[in-house]
Every structure is written in C-alpha cells, then in structure tokens.
C-alpha cells in the first residue's frame, strides 16, 4: 500500500481527535509513502471525499464515530473499485471499530494500521443503504430517536436504550411480516433486529456470537411489549436454540424481506432515514479491512 486518505471528523469524541490526527498522520507516514488527511465540515462531506478520492488511493481510513463510518461506508460500498478501508475510533460507542478489534486509543489505533493486518469482511445492504452493525425497527428505533448526545457519552448508547425503555412504559406493536427462506412471521412485534457485527452501543448485546465473515445476518423478532424479556435478551447470549423461547424468535439468514403495518421507522447503524418496507441481505467478502492484532 503507498497512497493513503485519511477522512476525518474533528467534532468526533469532543475534539479529542483533533488533538491527536498530527501524531497520527506522522506515524502513518512511517510506513505509508503518501498520506492526505481531509476534513469534514457538514453532512455530506465524508461522501463527498470517497465519491473523489477512494478509486484512487490504496487505504482509506474513517477517523471519526459511528455516523462518520456510516457515511463512508454508504458511499464507499457502492463502488467497483473499493480500496482497504479502516477506522481510527472517535467517536462514543464506536462499535464497528470494536468489532475488527481496533484499539480505542487512537494513537494506538494508528500503530495497528501500521501492521497491516487485512481481512474480508461481511456487509448488510437494505435496499440502497450500507450497514456494518444493524438494521433495526420497532423498540430499538423509538428509542434511538430519543437518545440525545450528552446522554450518550455520559451512560452509552445501550444503556441509554436501557434507561429510556424503563419509561417508555407500554410499547406500541405493530404488525410485522418477515419472510426468509429459514424463517416465516406474521403477527404482532414490538422490535426486529437484524445484526451484522455484534457491537450495539459500545457493547456486545443482542448478538455476542455473530460473526462477520460467515456470509450471514443474525435476525431477532421480540413479540411481546414486556420489557422483562428484552432485558433477558440483552443480557443473555443468543443462539439458535433461544428461538423457542417465549416472546423471541432468532434465527441467520442471508436475506429477509420485512414489511409492516403500520410503516416504522428504519434504524441503520444509527441513521434513521428511511421506512419499512425492506429488503435485505448481506454481501459476504464484500469489505478488505484493516483490523486489529486482537482480532
């Protein structure tokens, strides 16, 4: 690898970023002939860089939180051309980076990059859209919607899930119809969840067991409105032998078609933008990474 970009967010992590990117790019430059770092200023800039920059470079490297990787990712995905992409964490939960073990030391993050340690790795698409973590709607997307910024970097973003379920108090269902080639469901649902990596807010929670390079997504449908069972849930580890459980279904696939009654809101790594109906699937290999040694 020679050229290298580095798309970087300097509100990540309350600018702790920016006080760290120069020793950063200093030590990339150690092993990497040509390093460029841009910086983003608005939505959109992120993409904006990779449209750019990425057919032309060896390595692209997201330095910033879950939103700036989305961002990239969604852009980065869609080309015929994809170079070795990694992430230099930033931001609060920072899971994908959790996920192919990067340290969440940023300066240590760096030295890791400098290993050069790549592996292919899975992707989830929903219809146009990237995810490297979950798709999700019901429960988990009412109250992402809820969760503001300074109470995600005080409690993270799962517990914050957590505290705010306590007092949601009764949760609405909605009918849902999911369709796999594994899997049929019609009926009442407070939540699905469909997991790629196994990181949800900074910690392993609905699916500790995944895994990102079997070339299959982890599928969760929580039926009933007790927040007794999603506690459960959370706090166990689930298999495939949970699905008999009362109020769970869980299963893998690689593909599932969802629709509902009435349309809910779509929640993507965090990104809430879009409406069921859905399709998705996983792209298996579809991602060179570079990853940590503790990978």
Known sequence: MEKV???YNPNAGKGKLSQSIGLITQKLLQKFGEVTVYQTQNSGDSAAYVSKFAEKVDLLIAAGGDGTVNEIINALCALERRPVFSIIPGGTSNDFSREIGMNQNQVKAADQILEQRVMT???GKADQQYFLNFWGIGLISKVSAAVDTGSKATLGRLAYYLRT???L????PFHLQMESSECQFDGESVMLIVGNGTFTGGVQAFFPNGNIQDGLLDVLIIKETSLQIFWSMVQSKMTPEM???EGIIYFQTNKLRVST????????DGERQHTTPSEISVLPGHLKMIVGTDR
Do not use: L, M
């Open 243 to 245: 699905s008999n459980e």
């Open 121 to 123: 790795i899975d992707v």
């Open 169 to 172: 108090g009764e949760v609405e």
């Open 165 to 167: 379920a306590q007092n």
């Open 261 to 268: 009654d009435p349309k809910q809101t779509i929640d993507c």
């Open 5 to 7: 970009i580095i798309i």
